[in-house]
């Protein structure tokens, strides 16, 4: 019989309610700690998902001086630094809710804590579960597209502004760029393998989220709500990402990958009010190539399963905690995203071109 697995949750709004979800679904899985600095917002949490038995805490630290194999990190953006680095170095696992930070000095803090303790970190992007986004690594990383050159990706939302945390730039760093666009960044710098940013140019606006017809707290909103970035990689390899909370469009347009032997479409899952890429489900795709000297356009199968990607992202932590293996979606990689997020905010602040430096 497997050992029980201990978890605790540091942060209780609501996605740490998915997570405790996901948990409660897998066998020999405990969830025995909730920590969250609100006053008496762990004990609710714990009676209203009815974690019997847990212990609550304001202080995440006293969470972590308990025996925990792996904690979820479910707080606002800009607590994921101090958490994560004091699981880290407490020697638990982490599974870090998105986006990874809020700088990316912070990402990198974490990258080294994790290297330097040897505690798994790894970020949390369901969309890394559906079939289909195999489908595009494969393609894109087999070959048949030739040289990929140029990749175009994002998404966006006619009306979908958050409110509360998301919208504050002291609490969450950006805002659309790392609420939804870190999802399309992930499914298009996965399939490229993570490739080294050297430079980005971008502009970045708000004009909806300010003005009280189109959200209620526009007195608070400080955040994108818009962005365009140009990001030039190593190897002759360009980027153009797009993502939006709120316009007067039903789409921002289609992921594609351009290269010297073909080319690969993918078209967002969703219109209207919630379309794009943002969640990671995809539409349908299509490969352009030569055929025999003719242009050629294939229609690539599209997996339509109901897969819980949520569930999947806590059950792939969970499982490679107990099997000892590595970050199924690793620090190093993400932190490479938050540095494009950062040179976002910094061009589109100095209005011009920015690079990016990595230490590693």
Not at 109 to 134: C, W
């Amino acid at each position: 019989m497997a050992k029980t697995q201990r978890i605790g949750i540091i942060g209780s709004g609501g996605i740490a309610s998915a997570h405790v979800r996901a948990y409660k679904q897998l066998t020999d899985v405990e969830i025995v700690a909730v920590a969250d600095v609100i006053s008496g917002k762990a004990e609710s949490f714990i009676d209203k998902e009815q974690l019997h038995g847990a212990s609550p805490f304001e202080d995440h630290r006293k969470l972590l001086e308990l025996d925990l194999d792996g904690v979820s990190i479910c707080t606002p953006n800009a607590s994921h630094h101090v958490t994560t680095v004091d699981a880290l170095r407490a020697g638990k696992a982490v599974l870090l809710e998105k986006p990874m930070s809020v700088t990316l000095q912070e990402a990198i803090d974490m990258v080294h804590a994790s290297q330097e303790t040897g505690s798994m970190l790894t970020i949390g992007f369901q969309p890394r579960y559906d079939p289909n986004m195999k489908v595009v690594n494969d393609i894109v990383q087999s070959g048949k597209l030739g040289k990929v050159y140029y990749v175009e990706t994002g998404g966006g939302r006619r009306r979908g502004m958050p409110g509360g945390t998301f919208i504050r730039k002291d609490l969450a760093g950006a805002g659309a760029m790392a609420d939804i666009g870190c999802y399309s960044l992930d499914m298009a710098l996965n399939a490229l393998g993570y490739p080294k940013p050297l430079t980005v140019s971008a502009y970045t606006s708000n004009h909806f989220g300010t003005n009280p017809v189109y959200h209620p707290e526009a007195d608070k909103f400080d955040v994108e709500d818009f962005g365009v970035a140009l990001v030039r990689f190593e190897n002759d390899l360009v980027l153009q990402f797009k993502i939006s909370w709120a316009m007067h469009m039903d789409s921002l347009g289609s992921t594609m990958f351009l290269g010297t032997e073909g080319g690969l479409k993918v078209n967002p899952f969703g219109t209207g009010n919630w379309s794009g890429v943002w969640d990671g489900r995809v539409g349908d795709m299509k490969l352009f190539h030569d055929f025999m000297g003719k242009q050629t356009e294939t229609p690539i199968p599209v997996t339509n399963s109901d897969t819980n990607l949520f569930f999947e992202k806590v059950r792939d932590f969970s499982e490679a905690v107990r099997e000892g293996r590595t970050a199924p979606i690793p620090g190093e990689q993400i932190v490479i995203q938050q540095a494009i997020i950062d040179g976002v905010l910094r061009s589109s602040s100095l209005k011009r071109e920015v690079a990016i430096e990595l230490p590693f």
